[in-house]
């Protein structure tokens, strides 16, 4: 009997200190799971303040754009992706005083340099606004219509965006995506740019950026007309009215507006680039339809003569045109949007800096 209770008592004893053991265990394992909660919320929080709270309306993105002109397809791009970004929700500002546009009419001079983005184009010098966060937004390929060495003013943790594509970019096919990213937003005034089908001939032309060609061999007839324009209404005017519209400027978008309006275009050929190659950006060429063509076949472009030997096939396929442009149109800005938001999420998780995009002197 007394062995039976000293075996019962010690087995008591024993379950005791096991119980309490387990106690003890239960709650160094809460007090873990709290730690690790309260750890994981201020992981969360600090993130959610630096990469999400723009899309909630907490965090804006500020474009550097102060200028507005309707001749001035740099300045318009600029307010057109404010207004993407603001369709999207995104909390998004013009820097500066309102102005006479018609596309985004949100502005302001003061920021909170923690809770802003700053876009700048390709050519602003440096970083005037003292932003903490930007992105180098290059409209053009430097050294043509800015200085090839503009990009050591800029900061070399600047975001780098391309709305055109660059020989670089082709010849590195495996950094696009990652180090070569695409920022392409296309704009169209609305119900503007129409065919009015009334008796047209002769021609028109427009030299601008054609010292951009290495060998320029002017074609078009002495009485063809220089286009000269200050508004939209005027180049309508003008691309109903002709029947032809040379090209001499090889980065221009004057050559889909006048297919628009039932011009037909004949683009000065680009010494050593195809036709296939000038349109989807594939060889030395700067085309705004790059990151279309990533994912759709080329079939040859309808309703623009790629030199005089082609005029005879943009003819006959001016009416396809329209269709397939706002096709790309729809596709490209969507696109290249959605994915800007998404970059803009997580900042400092982005490779896309001006240092992995530029090779800077020794």
Known sequence: MEISLCFWYKLKILNDYIMKKNLR?????????????????????????????????EKMILINEQSYTETCGGCITLYYLAYL????NINVKMYGQPNNNNIFTEFTDTFDAENTIVVYSEGINGNPLNAKYSVRWLLSELGKNMPADIYLSWPKTDLCYYFLSEKKIKDSPEKNGSIYKFL?????????????????????????????????????PDDSVELHFSNYEELVEFFNKYEYF????????????????????????????????????????????FVYYQTHPYTDYPGI??????????????DLFPDLFMKQIEYTNNTCVDSFIEDMKHFDENINTIENNYVYPS
């Open 184 to 220: 392409t937003t296309i704009y169209l005034k609305p119900n503007t740019f129409i065919n009015h089908h009334k008796p047209r001939s002769g021609y028109c032309h427009i030299f601008k950026k054609s010292n951009y060609h290495k060998n320029l061999q002017p074609f078009h």
């Open 25 to 57: 265990n239960k709650i160094f394992l809460i007090l873990i799971c709290i730690i690790i909660i309260v750890l994981l919320y201020i992981f969360y929080n600090n993130n959610f303040s630096k990469y999400e709270k723009f899309t909630n309306n």
């Open 246 to 289: 040379i090209c001499y400027d090889p980065a221009s978008f004057l050559i889909f507006l006048a297919a628009l309006c039932g011009c037909i275009p004949i683009l000065h050929k680009v010494e050593g680039v195809s036709k296939e190659q000038y349109f989807t950006g594939k060889g030395d060429s700067n085309s705004c339809f």
């Open 85 to 88: 970004l603001k369709q999207q």
């Open 305 to 318: 003569a790629y030199g005089m030997e082609d005029l005879k096939n943009a003819k006959n396929t001016i």
